[in-house]
Every structure is written in C-alpha cells, then in structure tokens.
C-alpha cells in the first residue's frame, strides 16, 4: 500500500516560450512545439531537468558543508564534458550519476527525490496541458556580417507559446510505501554494499521539510524554461498548491 500527496502545478507563460519538438514533415514548420493530440504541452522531462537543476544549485549554495549531500552530475563517466570534470574536481558535486547497485555509492539528495540509475524515486513530475491547440510563430534570420543583410537560406520559422498561457499538471509525491518498505525523510532498506542515502542518516531532514525546501519552494523558484533564454523567452511562473 503506497501514501500519496498530490499537488496541483500551475505555470503561467510571462514570456514567449518555445518548447521544442521534432521537425513537422507535413507543415514544414522547423521548430514546432511539442504536442499531445491537438494539444500543446509542457513535457514532464523538461520541468523534471528544470527542477533537477534548481535543488542542485540550492544544495550546492545551502549545504556544500556536508560532503554527503554533494549532488552528482546526471552523466556517465564517459559523457562528462571537460568542464563538468573540473567541477567534479573541485569538489562542487560529488562525481557523475548516482548508479544503484553499486558498491560503496552514496545516492544524493536530488537522485533520493527524482531517481538514479536503476532506482526510482519519490516525486514523480507530471506532464502540463493546455487547452491550446494553434500556437504563434516566429521568424528568425542570421545576418551576413559582409553584406550586412539577411544571410541565404537563415530563415527559419518557429512555434512558440504565447504569452499568458496557462499549464497544469499534477505533482506526487510518495510519503510512504509499505511494501518497500520507504517512507520520505528516512533512509530506505538498500543493498547492504551500498552507502544509500546517507545524507539522512546525519541530518534533520523531515518530510515536512524537504516537500516545503527541496521541492515546492524550488519548483516555484523555476523562472525560466526552454530555449531562446538570451533572446528573452522562457519566463514562467509556477505555483504549487496541495490537493
């Protein structure tokens, strides 16, 4: 028997957003934005990467101190860029993704809430609908810098999501699953070759407090989402209200 809280996510487009899909073979459009049926969406993998990013950054501002709350960088070994081994190097997140079973890993903060390799975790972010269906468009040009005019073949249409559209999903979170055995705020019966969640082990972290820190409040930190951010797209507003 599993415990769920639900929470209903708001998100209000305060600029254009442009939320990419694939190329569309029938409309020609080479930007289009994502869709389920008729209908524009926000995918839950975006709001999920958002989100990620927003607890990694207050984890590293809030509590760099404790070496068993550095969160990983959600990459294989073999995939992290130069600048995300520096970062590893300094000591600013703990290594790449947190991968369970293995021995001797710690599972971070963000991985205990979102999942790490072969272990889900306790938020699951939703997809959030719309009741738009014909989105707004968007030319975009590169100029020649030689002839100081609009360089051949550059311009390209976009789909974007108009300002003040709203979006809604709904937010769970698992407080407790008997069956497994894992309740929010404790350390979970994991593979004895493993260091778990450690982080809980030497710290004050209750339910209550990591919904209201880790997750509510950083969601509601999300500001911008999408491509285009230098140009000015992307501004958001989300709220989170308990069901």
Not at 182 to 193: H, I, M, Q
């Amino acid at each position: 028997m599993k415990e769920i809280k639900n929470f209903d996510v708001e998100l209000e487009v305060r600029s254009p957003l442009r939320m990419g899909g694939k190329k569309d073979p029938f409309s020609g459009i080479d930007q289009p934005v994502v869709r389920i049926g008729n209908k524009i969406v926000i995918p839950g993998t975006s709001l999920k990467g958002a989100l990620r990013q927003e607890i990694e950054d207050y984890i590293i501002e809030n509590y760099s101190q404790i070496p068993e709350m550095k969160p990983c960088i959600p990459s294989s070994e073999k995939t992290l860029s130069l600048d995300e081994e520096e970062l590893i190097r300094k000591n600013i997140y703990k290594g790449p993704s947190c991968i369970y079973p293995r021995e001797n890993t710690l599972i971070c903060p963000v991985c205990y809430l979102l999942g790490a390799q072969g272990l889900i975790g306790f938020v699951t972010v939703p997809f959030l609908n719309s009741d738009i269906e014909i989105p707004s468009e968007l030319y975009a040009i590169r100029i020649d810098r030689s002839k100081g005019i609009a360089a051949k073949g550059t311009n390209r249409e976009y789909q974007i999501i108009p300002e003040g559209s709203i979006f809604k999903g709904v937010l769970q979170i698992l407080i407790r699953d008997n069956v497994k055995n894992w309740e929010l705020g404790k350390p979970r019966p994991l593979s004895d070759s493993t260091l778990g969640d450690k982080w809980l082990k030497i710290s004050d972290w209750t339910k209550e407090k990591i919904i209201d820190e880790l997750i509510i409040k950083r969601l509601e930190n999300i500001k911008r989402l999408g491509s285009m951010k230098s140009a000015g797209a992307g501004e958001v507003k989300i709220t989170v209200k308990e069901i």
